[in-house]
């Protein structure tokens, strides 16, 4: 482990703050994020302390983001997938693009996204996100010129300070509208990102990353259809009461 790089510091790992370390996990990520590149994974590296520098993601508490976390646009599911990686949900249902500040993108994104991580028991302290678009609707400037540059901002942010930190990203329900949006987030992405990314109508992918305990809570955060949730709990406690007689059977 190193505390820091060649005329860049970190105030974190000097004054102990935070769980920020120059460890294996992290010089792994900005390596991998670069191809085996050492000198672009090294300048990569020294630009995101430079960052944490200036946006001091660990002095940031909920309280300063208040408005935005209540806001319910974005939660941490209580249980990690069943392989120990952190699950976040994002709902278009609750983003108003005009009633939040261009401005508060950047730290929101830092505070959830080093939140989960600390939350993931997995050792490689990864992310499996889901944007469920079901309330996805021009109407609401969902695809205006403000939510566009919200939307590149967190991704800039995610994929030049948090690489190699998202294992999945499930995107549920998008509309016909979302295209347009997506040609411009499209070109942002790595290809190797990209591959992260899977498009799908049937929430009941969740199931690779989920055991059928643990559904009951993310369902209840997906679906705002108490007849659809009600559906959905019977299906699985018919799938769990079938699995229980297969393993009695053997």
Known sequence: RITS???TKSYEIEENKGTFQLDDLTLT????ARNGNMKKATDMLQKHII???KIRPSDIVATDLEKELNAGVWKVSKQNTKDGYSLLHNSSE????NEHEVDKVEPLTAFILEFAMRKATHPEKKIV????LAKYSLWRGHGGIKATRM???MIQTALNHYPETLKKIIVLNAPLVFSALWKVIRPILDPYTAEKITFTTKPSILLDYLDPDN???VFKIIFSSKILLSLVLIIFAILKLRFRRVIAAQ
Do not use: A, E, G, Q
């Open 94 to 97: 609750f983003f108003s693009p």
């Open 51 to 53: 960052w944490r520098n």
């Open 5 to 7: 790089l060649p005329d």
């Open 129 to 132: 996100v889901v944007f469920d």
């Open 29 to 32: 990520r900005f390596l991998v």
């Open 151 to 153: 939307t590149i901002i």
């Open 215 to 217: 559904v009951r809570h």
